[in-house]
């Protein structure tokens, strides 16, 4: 099986670029079903999930991360089937479905450090996407529809 990651600077156009080499190439795309099945396996609302998967990247963004999980939960009035033990597990998890997606059919997998993550995958090419920081602000907006 072989595999595409791609991680990109925010307005160079990642998901967009990984979504036409997956189309054009008859791959399976994973994007955003990662941290859906994160989810799933943490019995976590997605909204925390995606909010985790999302701010993961800060220090502060990791300690608003956990205040969602355990606010969504407590608010969706379950206590979590497996207990959610912060970073480590939500990174254990992700790194085992990405794992799995890698070994699993030819695929194109965007961001969540998938390069590194696979990066000893001998048939896997990791793709990384900048660009210009005033040209990837006026994507980014125009993406966002925003001035």
């Known amino acids: 099986m072989a595999v595409i990651t791609f991680s990109s600077s925010f307005g160079s156009g990642g998901s967009v670029i990984a979504g036409r080499v997956a189309e054009r190439?008859?791959?399976e795309l994973?994007?955003?079903a990662i941290p859906v099945e994160v989810a799933s396996r943490l019995s976590l609302p997605l909204e925390a999930a995606l909010g985790y998967d999302e701010a993961s990247q800060t220090r502060?963004?990791?300690v608003l991360a956990?205040?969602?999980v355990q606010l969504a939960s407590h608010a969706a009035g379950n206590i979590p089937g497996e207990v959610f033990l912060g970073e480590e597990s939500f990174r254990q998890h992700t790194e085992s479905i990405i794992c799995n997606?890698?070994?699993g059919s030819d695929c194109v997998i965007v961001g969540?450090?998938?390069a590194i993550i696979i990066g000893n995958v001998d048939a896997a090419l990791h793709v990384r996407l900048d660009g210009n920081l005033d040209r990837r602000v006026i994507e980014a907006a125009n993406a966002l529809?925003?001035?």
Do not use: K, T
């Open 101 to 103: 997606l890698a070994g």
């Open 30 to 32: 994973h994007n955003r």
């Open 25 to 27: 190439s008859g791959w």
């Open 112 to 114: 969540r450090a998938a």
């Open 145 to 147: 529809n925003i001035s």
């Open 60 to 62: 502060v963004g990791r």
């Open 66 to 68: 956990r205040f969602s």
